[in-house]
């Protein structure tokens, strides 16, 4: 059973998946675990739309077009992300507990 934990634990440090917490199931495999932890991961993906903030624009002054000042342009830069799926970690903690599986920070 040791052997089981300390591979479990290395399995989640690397997938970073719930930060510090190793998963106890008295009886399981290492390809149950392997399984259920899939399973759980899929099921708590979350579609993340990406977000968009309005560039800023420039103005005529006396005929000139002034830029907006390259701060400005670099916030809104920044502010733009690429959406995507990320794990929403309650959902998966809440599966993997649904499966038997106790925590242990």
């Known amino acids: 059973m040791k052997k089981f934990t300390l591979i479990l634990m290395s399995f989640i440090a690397i997938s970073g998946c719930a930060?510090?917490?190793?998963?106890?199931?008295?009886?399981?495999?290492?390809?149950?675990?392997?399984?259920d932890n899939y399973a759980c991961t899929q099921q708590a993906q979350q579609y993340q739309a990406p977000v968009s903030t309005p560039q800023p624009q420039g103005q005529m002054v006396s005929g000139i077009y002034v830029a907006p000042a390259w701060s400005q342009q670099l916030n809104a830069a920044l502010a733009n992300s690429p959406?995507?799926?990320?794990?929403?970690?309650?959902?998966?903690?809440?599966?993997?507990q649904s499966k038997g599986y106790i925590p242990r920070r």
């Open 19 to 35: 930060q510090n917490i190793t998963w106890d199931k008295p009886g399981a495999t290492q390809q149950e675990f392997n399984q």
């Open 83 to 96: 959406g995507g799926y990320s794990t929403n970690k309650n959902l998966y903690v809440g599966c993997m």
